[in-house]
């Protein structure tokens, strides 16, 4: 294979899917990420692995919904397969979506979303039946066999939208050599009748595989967007209770929540919710703190006149009316983590040269060191740093239209935000792969002794089970030295260190992802 | 028996003289000459032919011009011409003529020139072009007249060895010395620092007190946290920090680099008292508490172009890894 350097986005998805799935699957997406569209027979010459290799790694890939296949557009007959490139970026996320989802329901939903996040693709019946088993294991119960439960909660999921039902066959897919997929809109979330009681019998029976059941047609995979919108909505919550205090951040999610349930998820601004609406929810919500409902106008009043556009008031109809324009809070939120990379790479001097020329547009060398009151020495080292690093783009305009005499020119300062936001996602997931490199690189150094560790506890523990004295525990533990042991606590803190950078990256990435998206479609 | 009673008839004097009576030759020279200084003082602005004639309407026009140029001469008065009906005025110098005893010519030349540039002061080279002379020559006169205590020279802020020369009473304009942040042509950045914070550490006092009564609601706790620029002028001129009296245009400058720094707002609103915008102030927080990638050795890293997975800088063997994990 050509060597080809992979962008640092693609350098981050191979990395995921060498980690998550193992090798080959990581070689076949690593070629796929390269190359884009390929039939099936081109894959196995490139990266050398056997057809049969091939086939079960497109497999597995499409089954956890990272390749697609459609109808190559030069010969109908044939099958390409491509890369879903966000789809690959979000198996970075999954804790995250778990976590999520336990703080908004509870632990039940947790689970039903672990077993469909690790089978891909499931029908309703298999996910209900391996979260119950799996409850069933931890908690050492044979009682519990009540599926029902899990039932509620698989319906509270879809009408959120967090699971979305997969395409399809369509209906003359018989007929074409490639199959296309199709779901209907209003099908999208309706979860079908299903029976509980064949599952309750067979929990009961201890078995562990579901076997033919009625609604194994319709299969349900976790649904991304969603997601990301409610990592969204966590980062402007944030915003609303840093800027004014914690009851504004409790009320701006609240509205936030109406908005998604009457705006259309793909559009860049929402529609207005009017004042009274927004009364009314705030009355019925338990959970609304006394201080909220009375001073609720208040409250409102202070985030819409707020200068970072978190709330936007269009108009007077029925007491207010009002929106979020996804585009301008995202560049106030870009623009907020621009400043705060520089002002951690170059200090608080060029920050405000920075900032300076943000907001005044365009600006001479003379008049920003004169407007920031530094002295001229620093201004121009700064100027000039934060020109080679990209953060200030120059624009010259020629005075004076002589043929013959050298002509004087402005040289104007201006930040183009897009093209520096694009210069810092791509730096931040350059971040990223270079931690999830030191994350690896760690692990397969000591992965000995990290083996050695990790089975003498699986020893340790069942030995324990079975009711073995103390002493002779600790004498099986000596076999390991306090030296190894405490570097194997310390190999543990430092990963821990590094998967909890990763999701701070992983942060700043959605940010300035999120306003290119929404910047670009206004 | 009467006589005849003989009234002795004398010659009357007119009781005023006639414009006539007295013709040119009867007024002096100088008698003309001090009816006209008279005449420039009653009209301070000015006067032009129309006034003069009106008033000496029998003295030749010959005698007039000659006496005028002669008090030109003797830089008694000036001449001007004005703008609209490109009339000839004459008036009255202001300043004494003493002053300039004892200069010759050529210096006069040169002190008009630098008297013209008022209090931002002439470069060396300007003054060569406007009086045309040599150099060598005009640098002679301005040595004579720095000795003779009637001008001085002055470093610009602007351009350090760069001298511009003014008369000696007059205080330099701001645009040559800089205004309140230079001292001696240098910029106290430290001044600047230290007023900075202080601004600061005020609003952020004022916001925390705002906080207090958390019970009114946020409205109140946000009107509370502003506070005007005359406001701030007057706790930082209160607390004295610095010597000299501080306007209010000076403060504005340094809570305008607060605003870009981020640290504050402004807002613009109407005083009840006072007509036109007052500018209020107040902290905010920032939207983001810091970007995630910053917390990472990447994002912060000076060498990140020269990192790959070849070559001397990498990951693994990353020293600003090693410390941070440690």
Known sequence: MPPFTLGHFSQVCCQLLNHYFGEIVGQVGAYLLRRGHRPLFDIPCATGLSIAEVKKALAVMIQHNLVKFEASERNNNIAEYSIIHHNVYCLLRYPKYLYMIKRIYGTSEEILLEILLNLGQASASNVIFQSANRLKEANDDSEFSDPSALHKSFLKLAQDNFIIRCPKLADNANIQKVPTLEVEEKEKFTVPHLEIGPIAKLLKENATQLGEHGDSEVIWRVNHERFDVELRNVILVNAAARRVDATAGELYHLILKLWRECSNPDSPTTNALSFNVIKDAVRKNEGSSPVLLEHFEQYLRVLYEDTSSLIIRVGDAGGGQFVLNYSTVFENLACATLDSIVLERFGSKALRLFRLTRIQKFMEQDQMQNIAMIPAKEAKMFTYKLLEHNFLQIKELKKGTSNFAPVKSFILFHVDLPQVARTALEASYKGLFNAMVRQMHDLTDNKRLLDKHARLETLLETLRGEGLPEDELAYLSDSMTAAEKSLVARIHSMNDHLTLGQTQADDTILILESYLKFSSMT | MASPVVIKKEKVDEPRPSPSADAGEGQTEAEIECRMIELMGEFPKGINDKILETDMPNVDKKVKVAILNRLLSQEKV?????????????????????????????????????????????????????????????????????????????????????????????????????????????????????????????????????????????????????????????????????????????????????????????????????????????????????????????????????????????????????????
């Not at chain 2, 010519?105 to 002379?133: C, F, H, P, Q, Y």
């Not at chain 2, 001298?163 to 304009?173: I, R, S």
């Not at chain 2, 230290?194 to 952020?204: H, K, M, T």
């Open chain 2, 78 to 326: 000036n001449i001007f011409r004005a703008a609209v009906t490109k009339e000839l005025f004459w008036c009255l110098k202001q300043q004494p003529t003493s002053k300039l005893k004892g200069v010759d010519s050529e210096e006069k030349i040169v002190m008009r020139i630098i008297e013209e540039a008022g209090n931002k002061g002439i470069w060396n080279r300007d003054i060569r072009t406007k009086s045309s002379l040599n150099q060598t020559t005009l640098n002679k006169i301005l040595k004579a007249l720095e000795g003779k205590k009637l001008i001085k020279s002055v470093s610009s802020v602007s351009a350090a060895k760069k001298k511009v020369y003014m008369l000696f009473n007059l205080q330099p304009d701001r645009s040559v010395t800089g205004g309140s942040w230079y001292s001696d042509n240098e910029f106290e950045s430290e001044l600047v620092d230290v007023l900075n914070q202080q601004c600061y550490r005020i609003l952020q006092q004022k916001a925390e007190g705002a906080k207090q009564k958390p019970l009114e609601g946020p409205l109140i706790v946000r009107n509370a946290s502003f506070l005007s620029s005359k406001e701030i002028c007057q706790i930082i001129s209160d607390l004295k920090i610095v010597k000299f009296n501080l306007t209010v245009e000076d403060i504005e400058t340094i809570l305008d680099t607060l605003v870009y720094d981020g640290k504050i707002e402004m807002s613009s609103t109407t005083d009840g008292y006072s007509d036109g915008q007052v500018k209020t102030y107040r902290t905010v927080e920032k939207i983001l508490s810091s970007a995630g990638i910053v917390r990472i050795p990447c994002g912060v890293c000076p060498v990140i172009k020269m990192c790959g997975t070849v070559g001397a800088v990498q990951p693994k063997n990353c020293v600003y890894y090693d410390q941070w994990l440690d």
